[in-house]
């Protein structure tokens, strides 16, 4: 009852396993792709010199024009819908938000618990804008 391949064997490497199939004559590693769904790593093993499978993009090769490589670059999307713009204005946004409610602390308007968590980086930046529209309501 003894089958005529041996077992396909299993080996934990510095976090990468690796596989050694075919009696021990090829050696890969295992897919380093995690599922959302179950956060299980892919069992496939990967492609040659890659990280991944096939199926998850170990065949992609990247940009190849110039043109390519500069649009990748500058869109520096995180799952495709947010770009360094976007996370800017948000983040000046949230800025103005905290310079708004320090003004509004500060005049009196506004009492009780402040927002917590740590200031916005870019409350500088957002600072001077909001001054003058405050100079214009309250200072006329």
Not at 63 to 92: D, F, Y
Not at 130 to 136: G, H, K, N, S
Request: some cysteine; overall charge positive.
């Amino acid at each position: 009852m003894s089958s005529s391949r041996p077992p396909t064997r299993c080996i934990l490497v510095s976090n990468n396993f690796t596989y050694v199939i075919a009696g021990g004559h090829i050696a890969c590693n295992q897919c380093q792709a995690m599922s959302k769904r179950s956060r299980q790593r892919c069992k496939a093993p990967a492609m040659r010199g890659k990280r991944v499978c096939k199926t998850h993009g170990g065949g992609s090769t990247g940009p190849k024009t110039e043109a390519g490589r500069q649009r990748c670059s500058e869109a520096k999307t995180i799952h495709g819908r947010e770009t360094r713009e976007v996370r800017t204005e948000r983040s000046l946004g949230s800025a103005r938000l905290a310079v708004l409610e320090a003004v509004g602390f500060s005049i009196g308007l506004m009492s009780g618990g402040r927002t917590r968590g740590r200031r916005p980086d870019r409350m500088a930046e957002a600072y001077p804008e909001l001054q003058a529209i405050v100079r214009r309501l309250y200072f006329k």
